[in-house]
């Protein structure tokens, strides 16, 4: 007897919604798949192959699960269900192989969809072989045949599709139909392959024992588990693009400007410039140190320095002797004689610059060369000119032509100006380079020395040159000009002796020492300069030192208090307050100090994306409305006109320059209310802004102290540090961060006594949306804030601190026991290792400087033998580098210390 046949129409549904599921993670695994490398590679490809299997043969096992038969129960084999689950995984894995091929020949597409075809309809039939029930099936061999072909159409489709979007940049919606497609053709042949099957009662079939029941539970079960799986699948993947793609941006930056600086560095060919280690080896080389001294990078690169030098001083040690100096001063500068590859010696001009850490320890050294050899034989020339100069001078000799070839000869070949003139200042001789100077091409002997020099030169000149005539040796100092040339001389006149007392003429002697004054007036500068940075450097450090110190001061002292037995409970709660209250100050001084720095130097990080306004003016009501709950004032957050619901900004950002202005405005305010309008505004660009207009019923500003306001580690008056404390920063900051965010913060109204108003605006960046609008365009929207929070019960988790801090350890010990958590300590990584690797732990919190073994060192071991919980890193570096630096290295979260009880707690809660 044929027996009546129907689907669960809710089933069918969700076995179609599978596939379509299923072929959409395939599609994302594939990116993976494809961009991997070596060992990569085979993980992500085993892990798509089994989440794609699983998916599809999940879609045909609900599919069966769909299927019913009145009065008769049914079951499987579980040897041929596990069979067809593998079959499956196989056929993907196929698949993914075919794919993740850097070119996929025709052929390959051939042979692996004929395969992946052969193995789903295998997959499938052999699922349908597993049922056992009181029937036997009777095949319709032509609706067989047309499943067979449907799953190797669908095979083709999948590779064709898997391959045309494997590393595209594709659209959702596009990702959606190709998905779509691929799901409703394996669907297809799955229900095609089920109208192929006839079932016809025979009790002589039966169900045993091992076979697997068709449940409600099982059909429960599959569903999830498939679900789970593709859903884990596809949020790895995910998170594998998004890691792929900051890597490469990351790596493209730092590739260009590597790029940059070797090219800048080779287009030097003057100068040898090359990095040292800290003992000295080079291990940087460009193509004017190949120039200069004859190695190549190749022949160069790890050996030490001293092979530049003579073998005098490389047996005094002279090369370590400059690396010390270096190190000690910081920069080094020498001019001494060195050693090319041929062996000949050459002058060097040395500068040796020591190369720091972020801790301040000597890393290496940068060396700059430059061959003066040619100078120092123009000064050598120019000094036995002289000398020989001198000696004609003084001896006279009567043979003046001879002399004339000789000194033409000589003074020829130095770069300075000499000349000589009679009493009448008639020029008797003149070197070449004077007659270049004054008279290109033209020889000055015969001429005056007013012809010569044009009316404004020889003006200048003629005081002095009348007292060489008189006897006296003149030397001084002009900026003179001939013929578009102007040069910075140094001149010297020395009078010539016919017999004792009787002058005949003189000579002139300038040297160009332009390049000298240009030094001269650089160093000048440098030096005020200087002078400037170390005079703020000290208001700096000065400031730096009350602001820290008036807050520990009072934690010390508070401190010491508490060890008095006599104290009160009243009194030692008290204490306990003001030490708490001076640490979050300390910390928030800290803190303010970074991010002003950090926008000083222009490395603040602004990481602009969209924002759902509410929530950002919610989180802050939050926090000002405690504030403002426990001075007994009212703070109200009200919208005027259109706002919009979502803007694009650093979140972040925003929320530390209202709570600093909003803050100023409660702490400053006893009584009254403190009142922020917000409402968008056109900004002095023509773009659209967003201004908080934040009104106190303060004490008001005076006229004299508002141009302080803004100035870092300034108030208004002593007074107010004193009544109000704070440290100043917050204003400034605030400022500095609110440009940043394309806007400014401004003092727009203040009477004393009344008030104040401080406007802040920034960049809207969206306007699509609205929160609040009406006809009458101004709408009160107040925020209410309910700023209790659930506690947070840890009961269930057991965690390893690691710190080798003992007082952290207590602390953060006595955190967690308070919250119900059961804790074990280590003072190292190497024990954190030790005791993770013998117990179980819900999670550790691992800190990241310690002695014997680090937390890096420890995590990556611990991940390396297999531990999969959750780990996070405890330091005091706050910075967002340390941050990134910590999750790349296989931690789950970062938490900064000092610890924030709440934050601490909060994170636990969410690893559970």
Same mark, same amino acid.
């Given at each position: ?9 809710? @089933? #069918?549904? $969700? !076995? %179609?919604?599978? =596939?379509?599921? *299923? /072929?959409?993670? +395939? &599609? ?114 032509? @609706? #067989?045949? $047309? !499943? %067979?072909?449907? =799953?190797?159409? *669908? /095979?083709?489709? +999948? &590779? ?126 460009? /193509? ?625």
């Amino acid at each position: 007897m044929v027996m009546d046949t129907r689907f669960d129409p809710l @089933l #069918v549904t $969700l !076995s %179609v919604v599978v =596939a379509v599921f *299923a /072929s959409y993670v +395939a &599609l994302h695994m594939a990116h993976n798949v494809v961009q991997a490398r070596g060992r990569a590679k085979n993980w992500w490809l085993s892990c798509a192959a089994l989440a794609m299997g699983f998916g599809i043969w999940s879609m045909h096992f609900i599919g069966m699960l769909a299927f019913e038969m009145p009065d008769m129960a049914m079951a499987y084999d579980v040897p041929l269900m596990v069979l067809s689950i593998l079959v499956a995984i196989g056929a993907s894995a196929l698949a993914l192989f075919i794919i993740s091929r850097d070119i996929v020949p025709m052929g390959s597409i051939i042979s692996g969809g004929v395969a992946m075809a052969a193995a789903i309809a295998g997959m499938h039939y052999i699922g349908m072989y597993s049922m056992r029930m009181s029937a036997v099936i009777q095949w319709n061999v032509y @609706l #067989v045949v $047309l !499943s %067979v072909l449907t =799953a190797l159409g *669908a /095979s083709f489709g +999948a &590779l064709f599709v898997l391959i045309r979007l494997r590393s595209k940049v594709v659209q959702l919606w596009q990702m959606l139909l190709a998905s779509v497609l691929m799901g409703f053709a394996i669907a297809g042949m799955h229900y095609i392959g089920m109208l192929a099957a006839t079932f016809v009662h025979t009790p002589s079939v039966g169900i045993e024992d091992s076979n697997l029941m068709v449940t409600s539970n099982l059909t429960f079960t599959v569903i999830a588990a498939t679900l789970f799986i593709l859903g884990i699948a596809l949020a790895s993947s995910m998170g594998q693009k998004i890691l792929n793609r900051n890597s490469k941006r990351a790596r493209d930056i730092l590739g260009q400007s590597e790029e940059r600086f070797r090219r800048l560095v080779e287009a030097v060919k003057e100068y040898a410039i090359f990095m040292l280690d800290a003992e000295g080896n080079i291990t940087t080389w460009n /193509s004017g140190a190949e120039r200069i001294t004859g190695y190549s990078e190749k022949e160069i690169l790890g050996r030490h320095l001293s092979i530049f030098y003579t073998p005098e001083e490389r047996n005094s040690r002279a090369a370590e002797d400059e690396l010390r100096a270096a190190k000690a001063a910081g920069h080094f500068e020498c001019e001494a004689p060195r050693v090319r590859k041929d062996g000949s010696v050459y002058w060097a001009n040395v500068v040796l610059a020591a190369l720091y850490d972020g801790e301040g320890n000597v890393v290496g050294f940068s060396k700059v060369t430059r061959d003066i050899t040619q100078s120092k034989e123009s000064q050598r020339l120019l000094y036995e000119s002289n000398e020989e100069l001198e000696k004609r001078v003084g001896l006279r000799t009567r043979a003046l032509e001879q002399r004339e070839r000789q000194l033409r000869t000589i003074t020829d070949a130095v770069p300075v100006l000499l000349a000589q003139l009679d009493l009448r200042e008639t020029f008797l001789f003149a070197n070449e380079a004077f007659c270049e100077w004054t008279t290109p091409g033209q020889s000055v002997v015969g001429k005056q020395m007013r012809e010569v020099l044009g009316e404004e030169n020889y003006q200048a000149a003629v005081s002095y040159v009348r007292r060489a005539l008189q006897g006296e040796v003149v030397s001084y100092e002009r900026q003179a000009g001939a013929h578009e040339k102007h040069m910075f001389l140094n001149v010297t006149l020395v009078p010539e002796f016919e017999s004792v007392g009787v002058v005949s003429g003189l000579i002139l002697v300038a040297t160009d020492i332009t390049k000298h004054k240009e030094i001269e007036a650089e160093l000048k500068r440098a030096k005020e300069s200087a002078e400037v940075a170390n005079a703020t450097k000290s208001a700096f450090l000065a400031n730096m030192s009350h602001e820290i110190r008036t807050p520990l001061g009072a934690v010390l002292g508070f401190s010491e208090l508490l060890i008095d037995d006599n104290m009160s409970a009243s009194e030692r709660l008290n204490s306990l307050e003001v030490i708490k209250r001076n640490g979050r100050l300390l910390s928030t001084i800290i803190n303010d100090i970074l991010d002003l720095s950090k926008v000083e130097a222009g490395r603040m990080e602004i990481e602009i994306v969209e924002v759902v306004f509410s929530e950002v003016m919610t989180e802050i009501g939050s926090v000002l409305n405690l504030k403002a709950a426990e001075k007994g004032i009212a703070l109200m957050i009200t919208s005027e006109g259109v706002v919009p619901s979502v803007i694009k900004t650093d979140p972040s950002r925003l929320r530390q320059v209202l709570l600093n202005v909003v803050g100023n405005a409660i702490k400053f305010t006893n009584q009254g209310t403190v009142h922020v309008r917000i409402k968008t505004v056109l900004g002095e660009s023509g773009r659209s802004q967003l201004a908080f207009s934040v009104t106190d019923s303060g004490e008001g500003i005076a006229a004299e102290q508002i141009e302080r306001l803004f100035t870092p580690f300034t108030q208004a008056d002593a007074s107010t540090t004193r009544r109000f404390g704070g440290t100043g920063l917050g204003l400034a900051l605030s400022r500095k961060l609110a440009m940043a965010l394309g806007g400014d913060v401004k003092l727009t109204d203040t009477a004393l006594g009344k008030g104040s108003t401080f406007t802040v605006t920034i960049d809207l960046g969206i306007t699509e949306q609205l929160l609040f609008h009406s006809a009458q365009q101004t709408v009160n929207n107040v925020i209410v804030v309910d700023p209790l929070r659930p506690k947070v019960d840890l009961r269930q988790m057991k965690v390893l601190i690691v710190d080798d801090s003992v007082d952290n350890q207590i602390l953060i010990s006595k955190i967690l026991r308070l919250a119900g958590a059961s804790v074990e300590i280590a003072g190292n990584g190497r024990e954190a290792v030790e005791k993770a690797s013998r117990g179980e732990f819900s999670l550790i919190l691992m800190d990241l400087q310690m002695p014997e073994m680090d937390g890096y060192e420890a995590t990556k071991i611990l991940r390396q033998r297999g531990f999969k919980k959750p780990i996070i890193a405890l330091t005091a570096h706050a910075m967002k580098e340390e941050r990134q630096r910590s999750l790349r290295s296989g931690f789950d979260d970062h938490i900064t210390k000092p610890i924030d009880h709440e934050a601490l707690i909060r994170t636990l809660a969410g690893m559970r």
